[in-house]
Nanobody
Framework: QVHLVESGGSLAQAGGSLNLSCTASGRTLSSVVMGWFRQAPGLEREFVGTINRIGSISYYADSVKGRFTISRDNAKNTIYLQMNSLKPEDTAVYYC?????????????????????WGQGTQVTVSS
């Protein structure tokens, strides 16, 4: 079992930056492939990005590619989502998610059904 806790959500202006964190407990983070998802009001939870178990390969949704960066520090059991050039349409609750499998040299899946562990979410609001 993995317990995930996100932090860092806040109000930001368009064009600004935020850095979200997700800290894991209950299991060594290096054994878990991680992803970030987001959910805006009235919409389904959507994929943002994913990173492989050792933090060397990441993959992003087209909507955030070039603006968002996922990284991980397995020694600290923490992953990060650096968000730059924020847009109002980035407003959502952001969730980190973890799953099993041998994603040592590949990023995780983009489908939320794959992930077994979820945090409670952190709110990001971007004003225009």
């Amino acid at each position: 079992q993995v317990h995930l806790v996100e932090s860092g959500g806040s109000l930001a202006q368009a064009g600004g930056s935020l850095n979200l964190s997700c800290t894991a407990s209950g299991r060594t983070l290096s054994s878990v492939v991680m992803g970030w998802f987001r959910q805006a009001p009235g919409l389904e939870r959507e994929f943002v990005g994913t990173i492989n178990r050792i933090g060397s390969i990441s993959y992003y949704a087209d909507s955030v590619k070039g603006r968002f960066t996922i990284s991980r520090d397995n020694a600290k059991n923490t992953i990060y989502l650096q968000m730059n050039s924020l847009k109002p349409e980035d407003t959502a609750v952001y969730y980190c998610a973890g799953g099993g499998g041998n994603f040592y040299l590949a990023p995780g899946p983009t489908t939320r059904d794959f992930y077994d562990y979820w945090g409670q979410g952190t709110q990001v609001t971007v004003s225009s």
